[in-house]
């Protein structure tokens, strides 16, 4: 599975974004799918997640609830992430990652085997 993440980039703090993982090597269909961003300074950390596209579960951190959205297009193999209301907070490299079956849906850092090569988001105040 190979993975590519774009749709990075300036914003003002309000403001709107949205994030595309394209995938290919396999249908994702069959795979978990998560968000992570890494700030300066800090860990990576978890964002947002989907379960297979049977399931349909999305699971997503209190610190981007009510704000960020994922979503799915299985025809184009293609996951998003819609974020709204953006603060300072939220400046970070952001990566996508699929799994099969991971152990810890939240901890994509841990548990997922593929990765994307991540994206820039920055957030101005």
């Known amino acids: 599975v190979q993975l590519q993440a774009s749709g990075g980039g300036l914003v003002q703090a309000g403001g709107s974004l949205r994030l595309s993982c394209a995938g290919s090597?396999?249908?994702?269909?069959?795979?978990?799918m998560a968000w992570s961003r890494q700030a300066p300074r800090k860990e990576r950390e978890f964002v947002a997640a989907?379960?297979?596209?049977?399931?349909?579960?999305?699971y997503y951190a209190d610190s981007v609830k009510g704000r960020f959205t994922i979503s799915r297009d299985g025809a184009k193999n293609t996951v998003y992430l819609q974020m709204s209301s953006l603060n300072a907070e939220d400046t970070a490299v952001y990566y996508c990652?699929?799994?099969?079956?991971?152990?810890?849906?939240?901890?994509?850092?841990?548990?997922?085997?593929?990765w994307g090569q991540g994206t820039l988001v920055t957030v101005s105040s």
């Open positions: 990652a699929a799994d099969v079956s991971p152990a810890r849906v939240r901890c994509p850092q841990y548990e997922y085997d593929y």
């Open positions: 090597g396999r249908t994702f269909s069959e795979y978990f």
């Open positions: 989907s379960s297979p596209a049977g399931s349909r579960i999305d």
